[in-house]
C-alpha cells in the first residue's frame, strides 16, 4: 500500500519556467490538498479538492493551478515559475473534508533560480 | 471561524526529560484536534487525534495530549524523551463545515 506518491522528489527551475507536480493516492479518499511549507510559517492550503470534479482555492493559490485528474489524482501546476515559489511542496488526501485524519505524501523541494 | 496556535516554534529537552508542547485552538463549535509529526524530509504523519470521545487522548510512540475545554488547550506530552523524538510537531483544529487549520509547528530538540 504505497499511500499518498508525489513526483519529482526534487525539481530546479528557472524564473518563467513551468513546471506540473504530481500526486496520487491509494487510499480511495474523496479530499485531496496541495499544500507549501516555509521556514517559520508552517504548512499553508494552496488549493484543495473535497471531492472528485471539484476544486477549491486556500490560503495561497496565486501563481497555482491545479486539476483533480480523477478519483486519485490531483496536479499542481506553476505556469510562470517565481523565486518566490522556492519551497517545498506537501499532497495529502482524507477520506472527507472535515474532520478527518490527512495522510501526507513525502514532498517535492523545488528551487526556483 | 477556527484557529490555532502553538506557543513556542523551538524547544529543546534532555533525553530522558518530560517532553511538554503547547497548542490553544479558538473554535465556536466542538472541534477535531490533532497532533501530527514530521521527521526530517519527511511528510507529516498523524500521532493522535481527539474526536470528543475521551479527554485524553493516546498516541504512538508514547505521546498523549489531553483536551482542556476551559483553558481552549490541546497540549502534547511524553513523561520521557528519546533522541528519536526531534522532529517538527503540528497542531491541527477541523470542525464540521470548515478545513482542517494547522499551526505553525513546534520543533522538538532532545539533547544527549
Known amino acids: 500500500n504505497a499511500g499518498v506518491t508525489q513526483t519529482p522528489k526534487f525539481q530546479v527551475l528557472k524564473t518563467g519556467q513551468s513546471m506540473t507536480l504530481q500526486c496520487a493516492q491509494d487510499?480511495?479518499?474523496?479530499?485531496m490538498y496541495w499544500y507549501r511549507q516555509d521556514p517559520g510559517m508552517g504548512l499553508r492550503l494552496i488549493y484543495y479538492?473535497?471531492?472528485?470534479?471539484?476544486?477549491d482555492k486556500g490560503e495561497v493559490p496565486n501563481g497555482y493551478n491545479v486539476s483533480r485528474l480523477n478519483k486519485r489524482e490531483f496536479s499542481l501546476r506553476l505556469e510562470s515559475a517565481a523565486p518566490s515559489q522556492t519551497s517545498v511542496y506537501f499532497c495529502?488526501?482524507?477520506?472527507?473534508?472535515?474532520?478527518?485524519?490527512?495522510?501526507f505524501g513525502p514532498g517535492t523541494r523545488l528551487l526556483v533560480l | 471561524a477556527q484557529s490555532v496556535t502553538q506557543l513556542g516554534s523551538h524547544v529543546s529537552v534532555s533525553e530522558g526529560a518530560l517532553v511538554l508542547l503547547r497548542c490553544n485552538y479558538s473554535?465556536?463549535?466542538?472541534?477535531?484536534l490533532f497532533w501530527y509529526v514530521q521527521y526530517p524530509n519527511q511528510g507529516l504523519q498523524l500521532l493522535l487525534k481527539?474526536?470528543?470521545?475521551?479527554?485524553l487522548v493516546k498516541g504512538i510512540n508514547g505521546f498523549e495530549a489531553e483536551f482542556k475545554k476551559s483553558e481552549t488547550s490541546f497540549h502534547l506530552t511524553k513523561p520521557s524523551a528519546h533522541m528519536s523524538d526531534a522532529a517538527e510537531y503540528f497542531c491541527?483544529?477541523?470542525?464540521?463545515?470548515?478545513?482542517?487549520?494547522f499551526g505553525a509547528g513546534t520543533r522538538l530538540f532532545v539533547k544527549a
Open positions: 479538492s473535497a471531492s472528485e470534479g471539484t476544486t
Open positions: 481527539y474526536t470528543s470521545a475521551a479527554t
Open positions: 473554535s465556536s463549535v466542538p472541534p477535531y
Open positions: 487510499m480511495n479518499h474523496n479530499s
Open positions: 491541527a483544529v477541523s470542525t464540521r463545515g470548515f478545513k482542517t487549520i
Open positions: 495529502a488526501s482524507s477520506v472527507g473534508r472535515d474532520q478527518e485524519t490527512q495522510y
